[in-house]
């Protein structure tokens, strides 16, 4: 949640008081390009004051999709209340720090190219509206070995199963001190275990609200990478690694507050669901065609969407059940939720908080209703059943969602429109070079024919 501006004096004091008391030398200014990527900018602690005073400048054009070579000097806005010390950066009693940073133009306004910046417009709509959105991501990893040399190779570091322990589950470790890094970051961790396929984990913590959510996924897949690499592990969010087993997700637990209470939650209701949480659903289903290149952005992304590996295929809401897009944990109360299934670690997580919550607004402004639950497990239905059901298919690749995104008024809305045109441009590239490659399957299957 963006800080006031008397929360803001006050954040920016306890930020130069903890950089002396803990002897911070180093301070790493992060932000995130287009495509997710994470980026930073390392600064002395003495220069902390005009890093605060957002005058702290780096070359735009060098960044893809930020700016051209004409107009590049691009200067960072950090957020003191995202100040944290790396547990694994102290050296001979220095210790390295972070602050999470937004993206302005010389001019000291945000930068339209800045994600964060994106999803906090979309965040400021909400709020005009009277609500406030929670958000609780599930997000997944494998851990595969690496050679001597510390390069990945094609080997998962153990063969165990879902909830599997030591000595089976040889990353218990790993995932241990990820765990214990995630609280001395400040996370409260809920659970951690070990998932479906060889290698798999997850770190579930605790939701917040939204913006600080997002952030906690910027900090998450940086820890996730570095104390694996510490175990001479290899982390991938990767969605599909492996043909034959399930894929990595990053599932988003939703949660509408207003006055204080749970928007989604009505005793009245035979589901516990109120009138907000269907036109929010209604508005997920509706849209989901068109934000689907933001959620599942990679080639890849749409190999995980296969029937028979818990991921969603159709675009359709149940209860307990996990085959459809949008799920409703059976929790109730404060705790109620709407769970979509769909994204990936592989999506720019500010990008795809902004469309989904964008999606869900217009169900609520449009009262949009949803479809018929779906109890059945969708893999199962035929296409009669779904065409009577009003049950469309999710995209199938990243060129059928890509052409959902370059049609929709309400992502070039969302995103604006140097994302939205640049985003475009840079995927549709990346499915042309994908579609031109030869790979190993084809290799297999036509040289002998």
């Keep these: 949640m963006e800080p006031s501006s008397d929360d803001l004096k006050e954040l920016r004091k306890d930020v130069k008081k903890m950089v002396e008391k803990e002897n911070v030398r180093f301070i790493r200014l992060q932000f995130t390009d287009i495509f997710g990527q994470l980026k930073n900018v390392s600064i002395n602690s003495k220069q902390l004051d005009q890093a605060l005073d957002n005058q702290i400048m780096f070359d735009g054009s060098s960044i893809k999709g930020f700016a051209r070579v004409e107009e590049s000097d691009m200067f960072l806005a950090?957020?003191?209340?995202?100040?944290?010390?790396?547990?694994?950066?102290?050296?001979?009693?220095?210790?390295?720090?972070?602050?999470?940073?937004?993206?302005?133009?010389?001019?000291?306004?945000?930068?339209?190219?800045?994600?964060?910046?994106?999803?906090?417009?979309?965040?400021?709509?909400?709020?005009?509206?009277?609500?406030?959105?929670?958000?609780?991501?599930?997000?997944?990893?494998?851990?595969?070995?690496?050679?001597?040399?510390g390069q990945r190779i094609p080997q998962t570091h153990d063969k165990a199963g879902y909830f599997d322990l030591a000595p089976t589950d040889r990353g218990e470790d790993a995932r241990r001190d990820i765990c214990l890094t995630l609280e001395e970051m400040g996370f409260e961790i809920e659970a951690s275990h070990h998932e479906a396929a060889p290698g798999q984990h997850e770190v579930d913590f605790k939701y917040s609200d939204a913006l600080t959510a997002a952030d906690n996924v910027t900090t998450f897949k940086l820890v996730v990478k570095t104390i694996a690499k510490e175990h001479g592990l290899h982390a991938t969010f990767m969605p599909k690694p492996m043909a034959d087993e399930n894929g990595n997700c990053?599932?988003?637990?939703?949660?509408?507050?207003?006055?204080?209470?749970?928007?989604?939650f009505s005793p009245e209701d035979e589901k516990g669901l109120s009138q907000s949480a269907y036109y929010y659903i209604g508005g997920l289903l509706k849209h989901a065609r068109e934000f689907a290149a933001i959620t599942n952005p990679t080639v890849n992304s749409y190999k995980r969407l296969m029937p028979g590996f818990e991921a969603p295929t159709h675009i359709a809401w149940a209860e307990g059940n996990r085959s459809p897009l949008v799920r409703i944990p059976a929790t109730r109360g404060e705790a109620t939720r709407i769970?979509?299934?769909?994204?990936?670690?592989?999506?720019?997580?500010?990008?795809?908080?902004?469309?989904?919550?964008?999606?869900?607004?217009?169900?609520?402004?449009?009262?949009?209703?949803?479809?018929?639950?779906?109890?059945?497990?969708?893999?199962?239905?035929?296409?009669?059943?779904?065409?009577?059901?009003?049950?469309?298919?999710?995209?199938?690749n990243l060129h059928e969602a890509l052409q959902e995104l370059k049609d929709s008024t309400l992502m070039k809305e969302t995103l604006g429109e140097h994302i939205h045109d640049i985003y475009l441009k840079v995927k549709g590239w990346e499915w042309k070079q994908y579609s031109k490659a030869v790979h190993q399957w084809e290799l297999n299957r036509y040289m002998d024919i």
Aim: net charge negative.
């Design 250 to 264: 990053m599932h988003l637990n939703q949660s509408l507050f207003k006055d204080g209470e749970n928007n989604f």
């Design 78 to 149: 950090p957020d003191p209340s995202t100040f944290t010390i790396f547990p694994w950066r102290s050296m001979k009693g220095t210790k390295t720090a972070r602050l999470i940073c937004d993206v302005h133009t010389p001019e000291g306004v945000p930068f339209e190219g800045c994600p964060r910046s994106v999803m906090k417009n979309v965040l400021r709509e909400l709020r005009s509206m009277g609500y406030e959105l929670y958000m609780g991501p599930e997000v997944e990893f494998f851990l595969f070995e690496t050679d001597e040399k």
């Design 339 to 396: 769970e979509l299934r769909n994204p990936d670690g592989t999506a720019n997580h500010y990008l795809a908080f902004a469309a989904v919550l964008k999606a869900g607004m217009e169900g609520i402004k449009n009262k949009i209703n949803p479809p018929q639950c779906c109890a059945e497990n969708m893999y199962d239905l035929d296409g009669k059943t779904q065409k009577d059901r009003c049950i469309s298919k999710f995209p199938e």
